[in-house]
């Protein structure tokens, strides 16, 4: 009898696991991965979305370096200008940004992976719209974007239909958008916001 107990004993402890500890084994490293995924999701879409404003920042410094030195753009006032910007000698936009790198006059997209364009409607300004922007990145743009800076000369700010007048920096209605009106303006949940900026090619 005793010999049999050890036997049921040790048969006991190597028969491994049964389905149940499988799949709650499963479901715990599932409930990890998955944590992580969205943690790290969430740091790339931020990396992203630090990124799209800087461009956006070195583009519009670009044009209105280049028009303090040139004294114009070198372009007839158009709608969209944007393949008319994309110049390998003006070279006012990052090759990075072309849809195509290896081929000038393709449009351009920003980092989070939409449409980037330049529109010149007059020889005084021009905006910058970027389209499929995703709520998140949307108040980002909104909240964090230097638009009281005279080195920017932020005219006007439109987002989904929703617009502000930028007059002069000294202006008391010039403050920065605050988060529930980013969060208003950013209305989209999907990836469908559309974020424009209209500047001043001089102060």
């Known amino acids: 009898m005793k010999n049999l107990k050890c036997e049921r ?33 969430h740091v790339w879409h931020e990396a992203r979305t630090k990124t799209a404003i800087e461009e ?10 280049y028009f303090g030195t040139m004294g114009s753009l070198e372009i007839a006032p158009v709608g969209n200008c944007t393949n008319f910007m994309d110049n390998d000698d ?24 939409g449409d980037f364009q330049i529109l010149c409607p007059d020889n005084y300004s021009f905006s910058i719209r970027l389209q499929s922007v995703s709520r998140d990145s949307c108040i980002k743009f909104l909240t964090t974007f230097p638009l009281l800076s005279p080195a920017m000369g932020v005219k006007e700010i439109l987002t989904n239909g929703t617009s502000r007048k930028i007059i002069n920096v000294s202006s008391v209605s010039n403050t920065p958008i605050t988060l529930s009106e ?22």
């Open 56 to 65: 956006m920042v070195t583009v519009v410094q670009n044009m209105r370096d």
């Open 90 to 113: 003006r070279k006012l936009v990052p090759v990075r940004m072309r849809k195509n790198p290896s081929m000038a006059g393709s449009g351009f997209v920003h980092a989070l992976g």
């Open 9 to 41: 004993h040790y048969c006991r402890s190597k028969r491994g696991f049964t389905l149940t500890e499988m799949a709650i084994l499963f479901g715990v490293v599932g409930l990890v991965l998955g944590g992580v995924w969205v943690a790290a999701a």
């Open 182 to 203: 980013a969060t208003m303006w950013c209305g989209d949940a999907a990836n469908n916001n559309e974020v424009r900026f209209v500047f001043k090619l001089f102060n």
